[in-house]
């Protein structure tokens, strides 16, 4: 089994940047694509970013496209999660899965961390 630990999340102003990183023990990070997903007080979880496993390819959900990026350092077996630009309505929790590359609903997958509080005050 996968454990995934994701850390950065924090407090910051409309417009300001974080990095979100998510450690990952348990396999060999370059077998896996993974992804980033995110859950908003009452709603659902969203798909926000994908990375396949070498890191040659990404996607990302609209919301997020231009300000948000995806990276993976699979010799640390860390994948990291750039986020500038941010806006009130990118406050969530934050979390990483590994994913299977082109399937991008969280109701498929069900190894999940603890997530990271992401709060953005406008």
């Known amino acids: 089994q996968v454990q995934l630990v994701e850390s950065g999340g924090g407090l910051v102003q409309a417009g300001g940047s974080l990095r979100l990183s998510c450690a990952v023990s348990?396999?060999?990070?370059?077998?896996?694509?993974m992804g980033w997903f995110r859950q908003a007080p009452g709603k659902e979880r969203e798909f926000v970013a994908a990375?396949?496993?070498?890191?040659?390819?990404?996607y990302y959900a609209d919301a997020v496209k231009g300000r948000f990026t995806i990276s993976r350092d699979n010799a640390k077996n860390t994948v990291y999660l750039q986020m500038n630009g941010l806006k009130p309505e990118d406050t969530a929790v934050y979390y990483c899965?590994?994913?299977?590359?082109?399937?991008?609903?969280?109701?498929?997958?069900?190894?999940w961390g603890q997530g990271t509080q992401v709060t953005v005050s406008s």
């Open positions: 899965a590994t994913i299977y590359y082109g399937d991008y609903d969280p109701r498929r997958y069900n190894n």
């Open positions: 990375i396949n496993w070498s890191g040659t390819n990404t």
């Open positions: 348990g396999r060999t990070l370059s077998t896996y694509a």
